[in-house]
């Protein structure tokens, strides 16, 4: 079992900044990849974006590509969501999430199987 806790979510004007972390306990394994969703209210799940075990080559989906970036720091079993030049349409529940099952990274929330609960993110206009 992973356990993971989103935190650092909140409020925030457009063009702010906020940093979401992602805190694994439980079973952790530091090989394990990591990504982030969102999920804004009325629709579905989106993947936000992805990082492997090492913490190279992160990628993201094309509407947050050059604004938000995420990194790792495996001694403290934390991912992090760097997110700036906010926008309202990036207001959302913003879940992390761990794949045990291989290395590779994905952009597909049905090959992940632990999730954090959640932290709000509302960025006003």
């Known amino acids: 079992q992973v356990q993971l806790v989103e935190s650092g979510g909140g409020w925030v004007q457009a063009g702010g900044s906020l940093r979401l972390s992602c805190a694994a306990s439980?079973?952790?394994?530091?090989?394990?990849?990591m990504a982030w969703f969102r999920q804004a209210p009325g629709k579905e799940r989106e993947f936000v974006a992805a990082i492997s075990w090492s913490g190279s080559k992160p990628y993201y989906a094309d509407s947050v590509k050059g604004r938000f970036a995420t990194s790792r720091d495996n001694a403290k079993n934390t991912v992090y969501l760097q997110m700036n030049s906010l926008k309202p349409e990036d207001t959302a529940v913003y879940y992390c999430?761990?794949?045990?099952?291989?290395?590779?990274?994905?952009?597909?929330?049905?090959?992940?199987?632990?999730w954090g609960q959640g932290t709000q993110v509302t960025v006003s206009s």
């Open positions: 999430a761990a794949k045990v099952t291989g290395f590779a990274p994905s952009r597909d929330s049905t090959s992940h199987d632990y």
């Open positions: 439980g079973r952790t394994s530091s090989n394990d990849p």
